[in-house]
């Protein structure tokens, strides 16, 4: 885990009324933090610890709710100082939100606000069989009642309503090629992969079909005698073919088992694959190659230049699946993080509050 996290919500489509708005804090205590008129008391914020618990909980498979888990160091910091900022981070972002929809002078859709009073109506429903008594007791185990949490629900919308005004389908700044080249350019890599699997094979029964596992894939078994002899002698020839000075491209023609995508692979830092091709991809400067030795074989890896718009071709699309919304979610980020220094925080209110100390709410 690095320093600060930033747990970031996919921002869903909605339409932008432009009818007049006053906001106001909902109340519930003293402000932990304040911008432009706007503010998180210390009810909605003792909500958020509880909630965001709940998200590390099922993010982080090492998470344990102890002591120790709070007090181990991660980097210069405890898990603890870790997490009580990451819930800092994102709530500050809600709250700039908070005001730049006044600013802008946004309104929600009727049709939002009744989608938030009726997912209330079944919390009503669900949990406290119609009794708003009950339904306010359970939340104020997360410090806040029913007016409090439509309210937090609320600033959601208004968190979306504010991204779609400026990165939405007619949003006022938009996005253009530009955005989406500088972000290639900041988080891809593109490679040439030649993969020999000297691992694994394919099991067969007598007949020679197909034997499928419980998970509905046909089973694997190690590779072995004269079959992986033949898949050495295979790395062997592109060992000397390499170091000769063969062409990388004439190789990887004749010999790789990956040719899935002729424009190669499109790699980000954070994508599900093999550890050591991912890493090297970004190690490499562009025409150099490297050999790697995975679980799953060999792979040599060569980095090669970006093309020119390559979300735009059909063999690419596997790596730019919604490219569009993740450009904008980055460019929305980053505008939200260089007003992070204009909220004004009361930390000896906030220094008050801890995620050991909060309750998990995975309910509300």
């Not at 049709?111 to 939340?139: H, R, T």
């Not at 997360?142 to 439509?150: E, Q, T, V």
């Not at 900041?186 to 998970?215: F, L």
């Not at 919604?322 to 979610?329: I, L, S």
């Amino acid at each position: 885990m690095k320093t600060r996290v930033i747990l970031r919500r996919t921002f869903s489509l909605l339409l932008i009324l432009a009818l007049s708005f006053a906001l106001l804090s909902c109340g519930g205590g003293r402000a932990v933090m304040e911008y432009d008129g706007c503010a998180i008391s210390e009810s909605e914020f003792q909500y958020y610890l509880a909630t965001y618990k709940s998200r590390f909980a099922q993010t982080y498979t090492d998470f344990r709710d102890n002591e120790a888990f709070y007090r181990q160091p991660i980097g210069d910091v405890t898990a603890e100082e870790f997490l009580f900022d990451a819930v800092v981070h994102n709530v500050s972002y809600s709250l700039l939100c908070d005001g730049l929809f006044r600013a802008y002078g946004l309104s929600l859709p009727h049709a939002v606000v009744d989608e938030v009073d009726g997912y209330l109506d079944s919390f009503l429903e669900d949990y406290a069989g119609g009794s708003k008594n009950a339904l306010n007791q359970a939340l104020a185990n997360y410090g806040i009642n029913m007016k409090m949490l439509r309210e937090i629900y609320l600033r959601d919308e208004r968190s979306t309503a504010v991204y779609n005004y400026l990165y939405g389908s007619n949003g006022t700044i938009g996005l253009n090629d530009a955005d989406r080249t500088a972000y290639l350019e900041e988080n891809y890599a593109r490679i040439r992969h030649i993969y020999v699997n000297n691992k694994t094979t394919y099991a067969t029964d007598e007949n020679g079909q197909p034997i499928i596992g419980s998970d509905g894939y046909q089973q694997q078994i190690p590779l072995t005698g004269a079959d992986l002899d033949a898949k050495n002698a295979l790395v062997t020839a592109i060992d000397e073919a390499l170091a000769d000075g063969g062409d990388f491209e004439e190789i990887y023609k004749v010999s790789s088992e990956d040719q899935y995508y002729p424009h190669g692979y499109y790699i980000t830092r954070d994508m599900d694959f093999i550890e050591g091709v991912v890493t090297s991809a970004f190690e490499l400067a562009i025409g150099e190659w490297v050999k790697v030795e995975s679980d799953y074989g060999v792979h040599y890896v060569m980095r090669l230049p970006l093309e020119e718009k390559p979300w735009e071709e059909e063999d690419c699309a596997d790596f730019f699946e919604n490219y569009d919304e993740t450009v904008t979610a980055e460019l929305f980020t980053s505008m939200l993080e260089e007003k992070l220094g204009e909220i004004t925080y009361h930390d000896d209110v906030l220094a008050e509050y801890s995620v050991e100390a909060a309750p998990i709410n995975s309910r509300f």
